[in-house]
């Protein structure tokens, strides 16, 4: 559903940004990541959220196994429990997110 409302917004971005907000979270940014842009394994101290507003990234939780990892688009709510291991690759085309933390 959130795809759709992105898709039809003349600023997703703004749109994704109010969204995010209306989650409940106080610190609300955006960020883009270039093609195949890799994160290695790491942590947040808090809470974290990521709202794809477009492009896709993968992503996994190591301490869950290998077999763990899926693929975000436009419109995907990804959240990130505070102190949880995981590791990012962005796709081809690279990818901007709107991203909600807790402080």
């Known amino acids: 559903m959130l795809d759709k409302i992105i898709s039809k917004s003349n600023d997703p971005i703004k749109c994704g940004k109010k969204e995010v907000q209306s989650w409940g979270f106080k610190h609300v940014f955006t960020w883009t990541d270039g093609p195949n842009t890799h994160y290695k394994p790491h942590t947040h101290s808090g809470l974290t959220t990521h709202l ?38 962005v796709g081809e085309k690279g990818c901007t997110y709107v991203i909600g933390e807790c402080a």
């Open 52 to 89: 794809i507003v477009n492009g896709d990234f993968t992503m996994a939780f190591p301490e869950d196994g290998p077999e763990n990892k899926t693929t975000y688009g436009p419109g995907s709510r990804v959240d990130v429990p505070a102190g949880k291991v995981h590791e990012v690759w």
